[in-house]
């Protein structure tokens, strides 16, 4: 304020200022911090110094916004020691989101727009060498940001990110095509005679208040395998996370294809947060709105690729697939270091990335399907074609994936082969719609017990609400001690069963809702 008021004194006496004051944001994580950036223009030798603790792709701004002005028919001031600070300086700054704020300082501080007006409004945007203005990543976490600390500003943003900040409800977003058009609204005559705003490119987006129904792939596609359906149709209506193992060509990738279907449609926070992860990794897509994400990363992917890491810390697998579904087909191919990466994301729900100077905080409620053969060569318990693989074979291949890890999966299931007959013959299965509104149902049931999904259960909330009749609990503690269960997979039977309960309706978890919890917890040989 003191320095927007002695700007606007000397403009008031016809006194050049050669300081400016530009508002914008920097993103770490899904935090977006507010950056200053600072223009100052002096007598000397010529030059352009850009400070701040800018990345390689900030620094190359001074190339950009020096060719963005002088293309634009604007004066770039030549002759002129150019100084950009971006504050604060121990902040890291990358991308090119501050060339639009740079070039607008620049401008602000030879006097060829207003700085007074630039007051209230927040930049952000890439612009080519001809002046046009090109979308940057995290504009929805920018505009969240915003939101969630109730600060009242204006963004400016490019095409394409403009759309993405105005999801947020209650933001004031403008959209510019080019540097002109962001120009023409603050020059210093603006104040008396203010353009239009929906002339030369720039106009207000207008907030999205109806949220789109999202379009899957159909179960109905899948036919037969009503065992692996069932286990599906359990995972979804109680967040669960699921193992399906069988042999090739037995459909296990077309279902877990289709899972996402299943699951409850998003609400709007949920959207909200999806949308923004996706966004600071440049996959957000504005017709993807409110559609839960299916990661499906390829099994060669590094332990980085999935939890997410670099400087700044960029989100991975897991939280791209934030309130969606991460599918890891050949599950024992991936590098072993890669998979002990989730065991505590599966736990917690959001995944910690440190690093020497910065950590970042991505969250990471995802469920996690996962696929895989039985042994290596695929046929072990199959009909069609016999297994060729030792016993050895099959525990070495099996004993890739860790016991820690497999514990903390709640559902193992095996997918059989189709038979031919039954392929060609069978009719088509029931639909996704059906399924998920019997999971809705289910999962509204648990929300409005106890809060949460049943797989959230934790400590004395578990004991609470699974309301466990005492044959069940004397049937799961005979068979827990006979099949050498840990206290985590006793647990995890104990939510599936819960869950299995609240898609029957029933009030209490009973002995038939934990023997059928129990069928799902298939022993693999692991080390």
Known sequence: MFVCWWQTHFLKRGISMSLSLVQSRALLGLEAASVTVEVHLANGLPSFTLVGLADVEVKEARERVRSAIQNSGLEFPNNKRITVNLAPADLPKDSGRFDLPIALGILAASGQIDAAQLAGYEFAGELSLSGELRAVRGALAMSLALHASRVVTKLVLPPGSAE????????????????????????????????????????????????????????????????????????????????????????????????????????????????????????????????????????????????????????????????????????????????????????????????????????????????????????????????????????????????????????????????????????????????????????????????????ALQGQALDRYLLLDDAAAKFLNVAATRLGWSARSTHRALKVARTIADLAGARSTQVTHVAEAMQYRRALRTS
Not at 308 to 337: K, M, N
């Open 164 to 455: 993405e900040a105005a999801l947020v409800p209650d933001t004031q977003v403008y959209r510019a095509q080019h540097l002109l058009d962001v120009v023409q609204h603050f020059l210093p005559q603006a104040a008396e005679a203010p353009a239009p705003e929906s002339a030369n490119g720039w106009s207000r987006v207008s907030a999205v208040t109806q949220m789109q129904e999202a379009q899957y792939l159909d179960m109905a596609d899948v036919k037969g395998q009503f065992g692996a359906k069932r286990a599906l149709e359990i995972a979804a209506a109680g967040g669960h996370s699921l193992l399906l193992m069988g042999p090739p060509g037995a459909g296990k990738s077309m279902l877990a294809q289709r899972f996402a279907g299943l699951l409850p449609p998003m609400t709007t926070d949920e959207a909200l947060q999806s949308a923004a992860i996706a966004s600071l990794g440049g996959r957000f897509v504005l017709a993807q709105w409110a559609q839960r994400p299916t990661c499906h990363p390829h099994h060669t992917a590094s332990a980085v690729a999935l939890v997410g890491g670099g400087s700044p810390p960029r989100p991975g697998e897991i939280s791209l697939a934030h309130h969606g579904v991460l599918f890891l087909d050949e599950f024992p191919e991936f590098a072993r270091a890669a998979l002990e990466a989730l065991r505590e994301p599966l736990e917690t729900g959001r995944i910690t990335i440190s690093r020497a100077a910065r950590r970042a905080d991505f969250p990471a409620q995802f469920q996690l399907i996962a696929a895989m053969n039985p042994c290596p060569c695929g046929y072990l318990g199959a009909t069609q074609k016999s297994c060729r693989c030792t016993p050895d074979q099959v525990a070495r291949y099996q004993g890739k994936l860790s016991g820690p890890l497999v514990d903390r999966i709640d559902l193992h299931v095996e997918v059989p082969a189709v038979d031919s007959s039954e392929l060609m013959q069978a009719p088509a299965g029931e639909s996704s719609a059906d399924i998920r509104a019997r999971c809705t149902a289910a999962r509204e049931r648990a929300v409005a017990r106890q809060g949460v999904a049943n797989q």
